[in-house]
């Protein structure tokens, strides 16, 4: 069965600075790999994915994503974190054969000036 | 394009009531999902579909909790009673059969049962 750890449920980070969210999962053929995000009252959007070929993927609003298979693990990153980032996170791992994806528990972002 | 549609997108309810909530999916989009949201339990899989059919309803907490989708457009769940520990956001979500495991939410609907 698939699963999605997403180990660190708040992190607080200042304006400028850079980010990384940590998402492990657990799957046993290649995964296609998801990050969401959540703003307060809304919906969640897709940030970038992973299905295959280069391993650093570019996602919307400047965040990147690199698949390490070796760690089972698809970090999120940002060089520059902006107030506008503050919102939940959510990494999810799908089987690529049209079952629904498996979430994380979301880890929500703070952004302080 | 239109998202996915979700109404109504707060709803406060006595409990015991009948509480529906709707969906209308992103048009040729052949899969639709329910998800739940919490704080305790995070993002829950409760019910999804392909092709108007339900494939796994395994998530669905009690028999209280229905869901139908008579058609391609439009789906519903249905609590009957509601119970206080019900009151979640409940998120509709589709994805056309073409873009891999990609999925679009709705707005979600925020439910709380008093």
């Known amino acids: 069965a698939q699963s999605v750890t997403q180990p660190d449920i708040h992190i607080t980070v200042s304006e400028g600075a850079s980010l990384e969210l940590r998402c492990n999962y657990s799957y046993g053929a290649t995964p296609y790999l998801f990050w969401y995000v959540q703003s307060p009252g809304q919906g969640l959007q897709l940030l970038l994915k992973y299905f295959s070929g280069d391993t650093l993927v570019q996602g919307i609003k400047g965040f990147e994503a690199e698949f390490k298979r070796s760690q089972s693990s698809f970090n999120l990153r940002k060089p520059s974190v902006h107030w506008s980032d503050a919102a939940e996170y959510f990494c999810a791992v799908g089987a690529g054969n049209g079952t629904p994806l498996v979430f994380g528990k979301g880890t929500r972002l703070s952004v302080i000036a | 394009d239109a998202g996915v549609i979700q109404s109504p997108r707060h709803e406060v309810t006595e409990m015991g009531q009948e509480v529906t909530l709707r969906c209308k999916p992103i048009?040729?989009?052949?899969?639709l999902f329910w998800y739940r949201q919490t704080m305790m339990r995070g993002l829950e899989l409760l019910i999804y579909f392909n092709n108007n059919v339900p494939i796994d309803d395994s998530g669905m907490p009690e028999d209280r909790f229905s869901a139908k989708m008579p058609n391609a457009s439009f789906s519903t769940l249905k609590i009957q009673p509601s119970e206080p520990r019900d009151s979640a956001v409940y998120f509709c979500?589709?994805?056309?059969?073409?873009?891999?495991?990609?999925?679009?939410f709705g707005e979600g609907s925020w439910l709380t049962v008093v």
């Open positions: 048009s040729g989009h052949n899969s």
């Open positions: 979500a589709s994805r056309p059969s073409s873009s891999g495991n990609t999925i679009y």
